[in-house]
């Protein structure tokens, strides 16, 4: 199926002696090669290993540098080359050379080639770079706070508590449908605050979560909190400051973190500094925005309510990341946070001329790092984000470009974003196959440098788009499962929305539609859904392979895409099927290491899963169902 040869290098612990070194630091390097007649490996002579040459290939202060790769070892499958490397540059970058007789290979991240690739696909290592490393043994669990559990009705805001925009607060009951903006504005309450969340905790951990995050806390006029009126004071309905510090400390307790969420791109309309720019065009407030020759301010995306802020303040930055009390310093250090999640990090600090959000991003992972060095930074960015994930800003994305829109376009939905762009797009077109699913996920992680990739912020659903499982035109839980065992399995930590770990209600239309009030009663939980999440949320943090192991899409066809993640002996294999016939598979598996024997069972065993097979000549044949997606366990040589 392959006529390449399956080299493989990562930068974990087992191809790199140190993957996350200091400056002036010496690491040694590995490679790993097919032995000559093993499956898959290249055509080659007996005795390839000593007649081969090996080459490490970096780019040293401008200059290509070739070093020379010693013969380190055999075992069944492969030869083992290795060199030592000294970290004489902040980012050092590399791809490697294997000369064999009169054929010669390029191996980057992204592919092996037979002619000299370009290096925006080399294999990177960062100096001294901050390392939030508890994020890859991380399941995350998004709550939209509003709206997850009620935990002091004393905070709730009633009928009438205040009127924004001409229009009254309203509160809703439990379990009602949220209406639409045109009819609450947004301005509907259901009665979830912090204490709430604290009373969870034990649910936290019965589904295999360890860390939480928040959508914005702080004081704001509507349901949503990305109006932000006071960015240094925690709303008083969700329960203020103690609140949030008594949440953190009892998560800290449980062994678990916490991530908050915080839009620094534009305030609320009803924010003091805002109200005074409008009435005092000579103040320093007005500075913080932007104003036309008109004295009209510009609005994120045109949204009224919503005006940008403007960071050619000098003012604005000391208060938002640069003095010692701003905002991105003060929870950290008041409060006891482990992270930030930058609501549309995309557009923050880009206004024409102005294009400072790299510098802006910068600058808060300089002062953040400083004061906390594994705290995590993330950002909303729905398209190509790899100028912010180069090691030197935000340490993740939400990983909408490699995870969530491949895999919801995979399972049959239009391509939202796209469509969200004003392109007509018909439904059902654009669909993704098995093929260009991984040809979308290695566009992307093949950029990434291996400590950013371990950091991405995998994600399907969110509080922005309509649950995938809600819309029943696409929805099939075999395909669902693939889904949600990708999210697990690639690189980076899983983000479960709240209340899909039970099928929770909602509908397609509009952001209302997947804010629905958490539903308590045990009764109505979808077993399925919980079965599927709680296993894979316990795996993740209990397997190394699905934490820094390496990672390769082993197969790929219309209907079917296979992803491998291994390290040490253990490895997983999912295979996210959307087949319409039952079909049997030859998944190349000692590409991985699975050596001949190897025995391979399904790990999760959900609607009563029994698969067991054997590697033979290098393949692992694998029978499936209509849309018989899986998660299979087996064994590859110890690297």
């Not at 290592?125 to 009705?153: C, H, K, M, T």
């Not at 960015?231 to 008083?236: A, Q």
């Not at 995590?376 to 995870?403: C, P, R, T, V």
């Amino acid at each position: 199926m392959n006529n390449t040869p399956a080299f493989h290098s990562e930068i974990n612990d087992l191809y790199v002696s140190n993957p996350y070194p200091s400056f002036g630091e010496t690491v040694t390097v590995r490679l790993r090669v097919p032995r000559a007649g093993a499956p898959e490996g290249a055509a080659a002579p007996e005795g390839a290993a000593a007649s081969r040459r090996v080459l490490l290939r970096r780019l040293e202060n401008g200059t290509n540098v070739h070093m020379s790769m010693r013969f380190e070892r055999s075992d069944t499958l492969f030869d083992w080359y290795a060199c030592d490397l000294r970290i004489n540059q902040k980012n050092v970058h590399w791809h490697f050379i294997i000369i064999q007789g009169t054929e010669t290979f390029y191996y980057t991240r992204k592919s092996v080639t037979r002619y000299p690739p370009t290096e925006d696909h080399d294999f990177v290592l960062i100096a001294d770079f901050e390392n939030p490393d508890w994020v890859p043994r991380s399941v995350f669990y998004q709550i939209f706070v509003d709206r997850f559990r009620n935990g002091n009705p004393a905070n709730d805001v009633e009928n009438g508590s205040y009127v924004f925009d001409g229009h009254p607060t309203r509160k809703n009951e439990w379990g009602s449908v949220p209406p639409e903006y045109s009819e609450a504005h947004c301005l509907d309450f259901y009665g979830g605050d912090l204490e709430g969340v604290r009373d969870m905790i034990p649910w936290f951990k019965e589904i295999g979560v360890n860390a939480l995050y928040l959508n914005p806390i702080f004081s704001a006029r509507t349901n949503h909190k990305y109006d932000c009126i006071d960015y240094f004071s925690v709303d008083e309905a969700f329960g203020g400051g103690k609140a949030l510090k008594d949440l953190t400390d009892a998560l800290h307790e449980a062994g678990m973190r916490v991530l908050v969420d915080v839009s620094i791109n534009h305030t609320g309309s009803d924010h003091p500094w805002y109200r005074t720019a409008l009435e005092n065009p000579s103040s320093s407030e007005r500075s913080y925005y932007y104003f036309d020759d008109q004295g009209s301010a510009k609005k994120w995306r045109g949204v009224e309510s919503l005006p940008q802020l403007n960071y050619g303040s000098q003012e604005l930055r000391g208060l938002i990341f640069e003095n010692n009390d701003s905002l991105v310093r003060k929870y950290i250090a008041e409060y006891g946070i482990d992270g930030w999640r930058f609501d549309v990090a995309m557009d923050t600090g880009r206004n024409d001329r102005d294009q400072l959000g790299n510098d802006i991003f910068a600058r808060v992972r300089s002062r953040t790092k400083e004061l906390k060095k594994d705290c995590y930074l993330i950002g909303e960015h729905w398209k190509d984000n790899i100028s912010y994930l180069l090691g030197d800003q935000l340490d993740g994305m939400m990983n909408y470009f490699a995870s969530s829109r491949p895999l919801r376009t995979f399972a049959g939905e239009t391509e939202r974003y796209l469509v969200g762009d004003g392109i007509p797009l018909e439904p059902g077109t654009g669909i993704t196959t098995g093929t260009d699913l991984a040809a979308q996920i290695l566009q992307h992680y093949a950029r990434l440098p291996n400590q950013i990739a371990f950091l991405q912020f995998n994600l399907i659903d969110s509080h922005d788009i309509h649950r995938l499982h809600n819309n029943q035109a696409v929805h099939d839980f075999g395909v669902y499962s693939g889904i949600v065992m990708f999210m697990y399995l690639l690189p980076g930590t899983p983000n479960v929305y709240y209340g899909d770990e039970i099928g929770l209600a909602g509908r397609v239309d509009t952001v209302e539609a997947c804010r629905y009030p958490m539903e308590w009663d045990r009764s109505k939980h979808n077993t399925e859904f919980y079965n599927l999440y709680t296993k894979l949320s316990h795996l993740k943090q209990a397997e190394k392979a699905l934490q820094c192991g390496s990672m390769r899409i082993v197969y790929a066809d219309d209907d079917v895409c296979a992803l491998a993640r291994w390290y040490d002996e253990t490895a997983f294999v999912a295979i996210l099927a959307k087949n319409a016939e039952s079909k049997t598979l030859a998944l190349p598996l000692s590409a991985i290491g699975a050596a001949d024997g190897s025995r391979w069972t399904d790990a999760l065993a959900l609607n009563g899963g029994h698969f067991a097979g054997t590697v033979r000549n290098g393949f692992l044949d694998v029978t499936i169902g209509v849309r018989g997606s899986v998660l299979l366990r087996g064994t590859v040589l110890k690297g």
